[in-house]
């Protein structure tokens, strides 16, 4: 299915932005990653929010990252990706980070100080990188895949602060780019839509997902 086809099935809600989005903004994971390839722009509402919401919004994210929080569709969809990384091996550890590719953690420059070591909860495997006032990025290996997860935290049309998803990519040859194609159309169609939906959600409900005792 072609890109322009799938565009006109997502939901109207989805707000995909154009590529310029990401690269024309000074953020730090360009020179870490200058040889992945840019997947996918993403932004998601955060109403109300101002400049320095940054680590509140990545707070409310932890704490919304259950895999219980997620549409059935989502949670049905990942269950099978991760039978089939067991049954074929994908997601086997010598085929990960510091395995089959060298962390990114090696690039960072001298002021980018990275965070420590410890997997995200949830249905990805990802790795911290960093952490700044307006930018953070994760990133995961397998043997389909190296990829980035990058956040920032830019001022919206409305003048209030929003965040943006940056996905970078680096597949693993042939069949990384075969794996990559045929998962798009569930990434359009069922993972960025539900992922709007609960990231969002987090925004608005982050007074509860922070209070004591959660």
């Given amino acids: 299915m072609a890109f322009g086809s799938i565009g006109a099935l997502l939901p109207t809600a989805s707000r995909r932005l154009p590529d310029s989005e990401h690269t024309a903004r000074p953020w730090r994971i360009h020179e870490i990653a200058p040889d992945f390839e840019l997947e996918d722009v993403w932004a998601f509402r955060t109403p109300g929010a101002g400049p320095d919401d940054f680590p509140v919004m990545l707070a409310a994210l932890r704490a919304a990252d259950a895999p219980g929080e997620r549409s059935l569709p989502t949670r049905l969809l ?122 969002e959600r987090a925004w608005r409900e982050r007074s509860t997902l922070a209070a004591p005792g959660r």
């Fill in 78 to 199: 990942f269950a099978v990706r991760w039978k089939l990384g067991a049954l074929l091996g994908w997601d086997d550890p010598e085929k990960g980070v510091a395995k089959r590719v060298p962390s990114l953690r090696e690039r960072l420059p001298a002021d980018v100080p990275a965070t420590p070591i410890a997997p995200e909860p949830g249905d990805l495997p990802m790795v911290e990188l960093y952490e700044l006032p307006n930018e953070s990025a994760m990133e995961l290996a397998n043997a389909t895949v190296h990829a980035v997860c990058h956040l920032g935290w830019v001022r919206g049309a409305t003048g209030d602060y929003e965040l943006r998803m940056a996905a970078l990519v680096k597949p693993n040859g042939r069949f990384g780019r075969l794996y990559m194609a045929a998962i798009l159309p569930f990434r359009y169609l069922i993972v960025y839509p539900a992922m709007t939906r609960q990231w």
